[in-house]
């Protein structure tokens, strides 16, 4: 069971209004954590989940409604977050999006959007939480990737290729960033019941389960559990990893 481990510490997970996020910030802020949540465009659902974070954790829990993939957008939230809390701990650079097509059928704003959202948001991110962590010279940054990044699948190049990248991103900001004890890891979750993947066609879906080891989709919350273990002290010697949470997706 994890104790109040994060007490004192604020956490900024992007695209946490809902699934992988969400739980999350949950995790967070029930180790102890302040958490800034973040959402893109619908400012009552943000609302709605910060007040739903304070009954569940009762702490100074904030919300930030930005695109990550806009970097202006993003200068305004971090400045946002600073006003208020003058520190940020831990970065969960979660939000992501997905749109599968074929190649020969990826259109420019399918590319844009998916490099922007998935690899450049987290680089924006990444740029400003590190300058605040510089000043305390620690903290710990959670980028979420996919094993669609590490193994590929059909019909998700540009998908595939945007969380590679992430990955990219992980291990080189880990050596830049290690001589200042910020820690940068990512963590790479398999098939994972969201609202995306719940979408699926039946058979689809079967499919995917049947190519687990373990046999069952994953939960937002395993996940999180991972999240929560590398934002934490716990792993305070692990950088610049990146954790498969699949179920023996990959093996």
Not at 9 to 38: D, K
Not at 158 to 172: D, E, F, N, Q
Request: charged share 20%.
């Amino acid at each position: 069971m994890w104790t109040l481990e994060l007490e004192g510490r604020v956490a900024f997970v992007t695209g946490s209004t809902r699934g992988i996020g969400w739980a999350c910030a949950r995790a967070l802020a029930g180790a102890g954590a302040t958490v800034v949540l973040n959402g893109r465009n619908d400012a009552a659902r943000l609302d709605a989940r910060v007040a739903e974070l304070r009954a569940l954790a009762p702490a100074e829990h904030f919300g930030v409604l930005c695109d990550v993939g806009d970097p202006a957008a993003v200068r305004s939230g971090y400045r946002a977050l600073f006003e208020r809390f003058r520190r940020l701990d831990v970065l969960v650079n979660n939000a992501g999006i997905l749109q599968d097509a074929l190649l020969g059928m990826i259109s420019d704003e399918i590319v844009a959007t998916t490099f922007a959202v998935n690899a450049l948001g987290p680089l924006y991110s990444l740029q400003e939480a590190s300058r605040l962590m510089a000043r305390k010279r620690s903290g710990s940054i959670v980028n979420v990737a996919s094993i669609i990044g590490v193994a590929g699948n059909t019909g998700q190049a540009a998908y595939g290729a945007s969380k590679a990248a992430l990955i990219g991103l992980t291990r080189s900001a880990a050596k830049e960033l290690a001589p200042k004890n910020i820690r940068v890891n990512a963590v790479a979750p398999g098939f994972i019941q969201t609202d995306m993947t719940s979408q699926l066609p039946k058979a689809k879906y079967d499919e995917r389960v049947a190519s687990i080891g373990m046999k069952r989709i994953g939960m937002p919350e395993d996940v999180a559990e991972v999240v929560l273990f590398l934002a934490s002290d716990r792993s305070a010697y692990v950088t610049g990893q990146v954790i498969g949470v699949d179920g023996g997706m990959l093996i």
